[in-house]
């Protein structure tokens, strides 16, 4: 088990959108727990079905908003308090540096497009499916997958535990990562209320859009 704690990649803004997107899913998580309705009512009102999106029809007597809204909604519930926890975690670590590289208004929108898109992925592997999916998770692993390219031999403390070994030692960013993608890919199938292809298919979109997204750069001209 790896579970990074933090990197030694320094920024050089303070990522404003990054503690804002924690704060705000910290806000509706706490919005969710301490409701009369409970957290399963959220789940079910605004988490992502993918029969509704793929058939483009409300599941009838189930109090739902729009669709295509709950692709947005469902990017701010979590299922419980280290389903959010661990995201938040990950999203600290990981999301001040894309920030950092982007700016804020880019790293915002790369955010979101890449939470849509591990949404939209997990839906095209589960076409019938009329289970809720929640969780910031498919943005974040945007976000990893961006680290992975731009980042890679940052150092992580990373707490680890392998049997006998239990450690806290620097490990490279690449290595991390590499594994927590090939943790995903080896529990596709496996079930277990997580959506993998959602963080498989927002990793690998986050390695695609990272260069879309980068900074221009300034224009010279040459004397």
């Known amino acids: 088990m790896f579970i990074p704690l933090k990197d030694d990649n320094p920024t050089r803004h ?3 959108v990054t503690v804002t997107l924690i704060a705000l899913n910290c806000l509706v998580f706490l919005i969710q727990a301490f409701s009369p309705s409970g957290l399963q009512y959220f789940i079910i009102k605004m988490g992502v079905i993918p029969y509704e999106i793929t058939h483009l029809a409300s599941i009838p007597d189930v109090p739902r908003i729009s669709p295509f809204l709950s692709l947005l909604t469902s990017m701010f519930l979590h299922g419980g308090l280290f389903h959010l926890l661990g995201n938040m975690l990950y999203l600290w670590i990981f999301g001040n540096n894309i920030e950092d590289y982007l700016g804020p208004g880019r790293f915002l929108f790369f955010y979101f497009i890449s939470g849509l898109g591990a949404s939209m992925v997990h839906i095209l592997f589960n076409f ?4 809720p999916v929640i969780g910031a998770s498919g943005a974040i692993a945007g976000i990893l997958g961006a680290y992975l390219i731009l980042y890679p031999h940052a150092r992580v403390l990373t707490f680890v535990f392998l049997i006998f070994i239990i450690r806290i030692i620097p490990i490279p ?3 991390v990562l590499g ?9 596709v199938g496996l079930g277990g209320g997580v959506a993998w292809f959602a963080h498989i298919g927002g990793f690998l979109l986050g390695i695609l ?3 879309m ?4 750069q300034p224009q010279v001209t040459l004397e």
């Open 14 to 16: 303070f990522p404003y």
């Open 173 to 175: 960013a690449a290595f």
């Open 179 to 187: 594994i927590w993608f090939f943790g995903q890919l080896l529990n």
């Open 128 to 131: 019938n499916s009329t289970v």
């Open 209 to 211: 859009l990272i260069k």
């Open 213 to 216: 997204f980068s900074p221009r």
